[in-house]
């Protein structure tokens, strides 16, 4: 057995056990779906920025995006985006929301900066239902103070002058030093716990009491992580009020009207393509219709492993990509034409076709794939966002699948002299 044939084999094996993994996981794990084909909540805020410096909206507004995305993703929803737009605008989207009340009252809480004391307490249990010895065990409770985010001055980064690792800086006001001072004072050796959005973010312990209103918050932390902190300890200590002020439920039945169209959509290009390929080329465009359904086999496990969430933009550009998809081997064919007027066997002709279509097929995907890269960074709707991901993608498919398994498949069953 030639090594183009094992490889012909091992594609298709392949190629068959992935059709496979997307059957058996379609019911318990079906893709991912955006908000215009699986229904929810398209929700626009407007944050006041009118008393944030100029230089600090977009951290502000990082943050703020930061604690919205944590709100609704709290309950695994992590197909839901949140996305800023323009200087203070601020764009939720939730897939799949069955109450959308709830869902806007969640989002539209100011964020909140707070301190708490972690207080150990001690509780008695019996040891069993016969027994009446009793097991003492602790708990940890958080016990609010009266510091909260309103009384921080400022966060920042610094760095330990003898460890040289990063550590959290933080000035409070006036009023805010006077608290901090009494609460380190009459505190030291316990846990003061720092929340955002009642979620935990830091618990130092107190070493001694803390006088002039400054405090630095050490641990092991990274760089990436210590930014994070000082970002949410700063803009989270100087809540942005947000306001509703733009919401568009989009019904479960029109997104699967939507999903139902694309979806049939996507069969009759198949079927069209292939069947253009076979009556124009024969055996080769059979070939090339194998080699794209192994492109759209591979384009579907790519969007589930990776989680990409399809929306009726992403789906467009999986079927213009799939159509898309057979033109390398349009070059290929017709290079194999001019081959085999040459008078060179079939098998020469094939092999000479290939080299000669190479680079066109190579710099017109190329060209693609940095058009899409473009469209994706300088977006502003998440759906020409989706549109971009599922292109790029279908183009570096479709680059693998018109080479690498056509020619394959098309040199294992020539023969070198015919």
């Keep these: 057995m030639t090594r183009t044939r094992l490889w012909a084999i091992i594609i298709v094996l392949i190629s068959g056990l992935l059709a496979l993994y997307l059957n058996n996981t379609y019911q318990t794990s079906p893709f991912k779906l955006g908000l215009d084909l699986n229904g929810g909540i398209h929700l626009v805020y407007k944050a006041d920025i009118s008393k944030v410096a100029k230089e600090e909206v977009g951290p502000s507004m990082e943050t703020l995006k930061n604690v919205i995305e944590a709100r609704i993703n709290s309950d695994g929803r992590k197909e839901s985006t949140v996305q800023t737009e323009g200087q203070d605008k601020l ?30 307490v001690a509780t008695s249990t019996r040891v069993s239902a016969t027994s009446t010895a009793m097991a003492t065990t602790t708990e940890q409770i958080l016990v609010p103070t009266l510091l909260t985010g309103k009384y921080i001055k400022t ?16 000035v409070f006001d006036s009023e805010g030093s006077k608290l901090f001072a009494e609460i380190t004072k009459t505190n030291i050796g316990k846990q003061l716990a720092i ?17 002039g209103g400054q405090a630095q918050i050490s641990g092991t932390f990274s760089i990436q992580e210590a930014n994070a902190l000082s970002r949410s300890l700063k803009f989270g200590a100087l809540p942005i009020p947000i306001e509703l002020v733009g919401n568009q439920t989009i019904g479960a039945s029109l997104g699967t009207d939507a ?3 694309s979806i049939n959509a996507g069969i009759y290009g198949f079927v069209i393509v292939a069947l253009f390929l076979i009556v124009w080329y024969r055996f080769r465009g059979l070939v090339a219709s194998i080699a794209l359904a192994v492109y759209v086999i591979l384009n579907l496990v790519i969007f589930k492993i990776f989680g990409i969430t399809l929306t009726s ?59 899409a890269f473009i469209l994706f960074a300088f977006a502003a709707s998440p759906l ?7 292109f790029f993608i279908g183009v570096a498919v479709s680059m693998f699948t018109s080479v690498i398994v056509s020619k394959n498949l098309l040199l294992a069953m020539s023969k070198k002299n015919k």
Aim: a negative charge; hydrophobic letters at 45%.
């Design 155 to 170: 966060a920042r980064v610094e760095y330990d002058g003898t460890t040289n690792k990063p550590q959290i800086g933080i």
């Design 313 to 371: 933009a992403g789906l467009a550009a999986f079927i213009i990509s799939m159509g898309m998809a057979v033109d390398g081997n349009i070059l290929i064919f017709e290079r194999m034409r001019e081959e085999l007027k040459r008078g060179k066997s079939k098998h020469e002709a094939l092999k000479a076709g290939f080299e000669r279509a190479w680079p066109s097929i190579r710099d017109s995907n190329i060209s693609s794939m940095i058009t």
């Design 195 to 211: 929340l955002l959005d009642g979620q935990v973010i830091s618990a130092p312990t107190i070493q001694s009491e803390i006088l």
């Design 259 to 261: 999903l139902n169209k």
């Design 91 to 120: 764009i939720v989207e939730i897939p799949g929301v069955s109450d959308t009340k709830e869902a806007i009252e969640l989002i539209g809480q100011t964020p909140v900066l707070t301190f708490s004391l972690i207080e150990e």
């Design 384 to 390: 020409i966002k989706g549109f971009a991901i599922v």
